[in-house]
C-alpha cells in the first residue's frame, strides 16, 4: 500500500525566511509524485509532476526535488502570498491513475 | 487557465432534498474522472472513480446508493447526492488526468445541508 507522510503540519515563517517542506513515501514503483497548493475553499492547483530520482523542478519561488525515498518543496525568500496548504501525492506502477495523498502542510507567511 | 470546472460552486439545500453537482473537462476528453471529498483541515478523502461509459468505483465505506456518479460524455461527470443529510455538509472536488499521470482539480464544489 503507497503511503504518504508530510511534515511539518504546520509551518510560521516570516516573509524572507527561506524553508523546506517534506514529503515521504513508500510506492512499489514510483509513477510519479506530485506537488499541489490549495487555498481555503478551493480546489488543488498543480504544481510540480516529478519522476525521477534526481529529478528538480522549479516555478517562481519554489523548487521542489526528489529522491528515493523523499521529497522536498524549497520555497526561498517566501512571500505572503505563498501562504497555502501544500499537498504532496504519489502515484504507484499500478494500474490505475489514483495518487495517494498526504495531509498537508500548512503555510503561512508573516510579513 | 481552468482546465477541469464544477458546477455549482457552492448550494445550500434541505434535508431530504437530492443535489447534483457536475464536473467537467474544458477543451480535452477525460474517460476517468474522481471525486474527493475533504472536511476542514484534512486532506483529499477519494469518493469514487467515474469511468466514461460504465459504472463508477466506489471506495471502501462510500455508499454508491448515496453518492450516484453519472459520467455520460467525455467531458462531463455528475455527483448526485440523494436524500442529502447534515452530515454529507462538505466540500467536493473533482479532478480529471490529462498530461500522462498527472490530476488536475476542479475548484470545487461547498455543499451545505440544512
Known amino acids: ?111 | 487557465g481552468a482546465v477541469v470546472s464544477q458546477h455549482p460552486s457552492w448550494v445550500i439545500c434541505k434535508s431530504g432534498t437530492s443535489v447534483k453537482i457536475e464536473c467537467r473537462s474544458l477543451d480535452f476528453q477525460a474517460t476517468t474522472m474522481f471525486w474527493y471529498r475533504q472536511f476542514p483541515k484534512q486532506s483529499l478523502m477519494l469518493m469514487a472513480t467515474s469511468n466514461e461509459g460504465s459504472k463508477a468505483t466506489y471506495e471502501q465505506g462510500v455508499e454508491k446508493d448515496k453518492f450516484l456518479i453519472n459520467h455520460a460524455s467525455l467531458t462531463l461527470s455528475t455527483l448526485t447526492v440523494t436524500s442529502a443529510h447534515p452530515e454529507d455538509s462538505s466540500f467536493y472536488i473533482c479532478s480529471a488526468p490529462i498530461i500522462q499521470e498527472t490530476q488536475y482539480f476542479g475548484p470545487g464544489t461547498r455543499l451545505l445541508v440544512l
Not at chain 1, 509551518?11 to 524553508?19: A, D, K, Y
Open chain 1, 1 to 111: 500500500e503507497d503511503q504518504v507522510t508530510q511534515s511539518p503540519e504546520a509551518l510560521r515563517l516570516q516573509e524572507g525566511e527561506s524553508s523546506s517542506l517534506n514529503c515521504s513515501y513508500t510506492v512499489s514503483g514510483l509513477r510519479g509524485l506530485f506537488w499541489y497548493r490549495q487555498d481555503p475553499g478551493k480546489g488543488p492547483e498543480f504544481l510540480f509532476t516529478l519522476y525521477s530520482a534526481g529529478e528538480e523542478k522549479e516555478k517562481e519561488r519554489l523548487k521542489a526535488t526528489l529522491t528515493k525515498k523523499e521529497s522536498f518543496l524549497h520555497i526561498t525568500a517566501p512571500k505572503p502570498e505563498d501562504s497555502a496548504t501544500y499537498l504532496c501525492a504519489v502515484q504507484g506502477e499500478g494500474g490505475s491513475y489514483i495518487p495517494t495523498f498526504g495531509r498537508g502542510t500548512s503555510l503561512i507567511v508573516h510579513p
